[in-house]
């Protein structure tokens, strides 16, 4: 090796130590919770992991967006319309998709198959405020765990613009999951296939789209795919879609679905009567609602009773004389025109002493008038696109009936256990959603437990390609 090499070598090596000196100086005033993070995953993520001493740290591998990375898919792929399929690597890593060349524009992140465990996950989680690109978060195979669902939905509710969030093939003990359904969350896609979520967890997730008192009212898709869900569970869920009027895809594709919870899906989408809670949430919101409105119908009409000649009418009129006066004055007319504000300014006061009267009535409408409108507008706030309230519902049989669910427009079945006896129900539905309006336009059945020549499957596929815009580019249900 020649000398020039040698010396060349040996500068580069100081350097090099010096740079971590510098680095390890620094780090002595630095600690886990005082770190401010900037956006920037390729800085961020190994600097709080070293923070935690975390011995093996993984690698962070940026996508940017004219980069041709080939892509694997994660997972079984369900076919409703799909957030952005999971890549993996050879070697376990922290992925982050760019929006732009910015490296804080990190507009996605995910693991593949690699189990993350408590102190990582840390260092991920105290990231996500900063990352104010980010809208994807996925998670396959990461062997999350209770905790971790619960403290991730209370972080990702300081994250402005993260909308979708894919924890597949992740089985909790505690069936964590409807924690991000909760009525408060952001996210509109949210995706939990392959995680063992059953009927106690479809319970769960069932009151998270709704209940009589709450319902979530930001989700649109849901993937509740291979989570062997059965007929119990798929009662849980038509539940929680009796009074959800936001949701629009659901699938629940390859579980264990049979007749009886089919009927119960099939009667979500076609009517249903309500139950008494339902019945006595009902007459309590009308209440609610009529308690207010009269207190408010009689402001306005006492408000239209009122005197014209309001004070402060009075005020601005004798400000607008004493100008005049002054300009008046100047023109040399000053007598003239005194005489005559004097003679309004005298008709005023009568009209303020016919007044006097309706002085603390003057004083109090305003009040009772704000309260009148914030317990209306409480009313309205509270119940606004509550179903309960629909006008469309009606007496029969001395029960109290809604149509169905109106707003989904995809429901996904196929690959249950559902029978020829179950097609009569979904004909029917269907046949009610056509009466009303309703917007499903695919009722995917495929691959269950019927013939696919049965005249009934036939009936509905035809019905549902009248409204799918898929049809014609050769899709079937």
Known sequence: ??????????????????????????????TFDTYQCNGNVEIDFPALC??????????????????????????VQDDLPEMKTLNTWSKPCLNIELENE??????????????????PYRAMQKMLPSMNHLQSLQFWQAGLTDPMVISLTNTTSLCSNLREVSLEGNPLPNLSFHHLLSEDSKFTQVSLRNNRIGDEGARLIGSALSTIKSANKNLLWLNLAF???????AAHIAK????????????????QIGDLGAAHLAEIIGEFSLTHEEVERRKLLFQRIQASAPRADLEQLSSSQLSPEHPASHKKSRKSTSQKEKSAMKDGKTAAVKEKPHKKASDKKEA???????GGREKLLPALKDKSVSNLSEAETMETGTPLLDPSVYHKDGKLFLPGNTTLESLNLSGNKITEKSLPLFLASLEKQQEVGGNLWRLCLQGNLFPTDSQCYTQIKEMVALKDP???SGSTV
Request: with cysteine; charged share 30%; glycine share 8%.
């Open 1 to 30: 090796m020649s000398t020039k090499k040698r010396l060349r070598d040996k500068f580069n090596q100081e350097a090099e130590g010096s740079k971590n000196a510098g680095s390890n100086e620094l780090s002595a005033f630095l």
């Open 470 to 472: 898929l049809a014609k």
């Open 50 to 75: 070293a923070l935690l001493n975390i011995k093996e740290i993984l690698a962070v591998r940026t996508k940017h967006p004219h980069s041709t990375t080939d892509k694997n898919e994660g997972g």
């Open 352 to 358: 303020r002493s016919r007044s006097v009267t309706n």
């Open 227 to 233: 989570n062997n869900i059965g007929d119990e569970g």
């Open 102 to 119: 910015d490296p804080l524009s990190a507009k996605r992140m995910w693991i593949s198959g690699c189990k993350v465990s408590e102190q």
């Open 240 to 255: 929680g879609l009796r009074l959800n009027r936001t949701l629009l895809f659901i699938s629940l594709c390859k579980n």
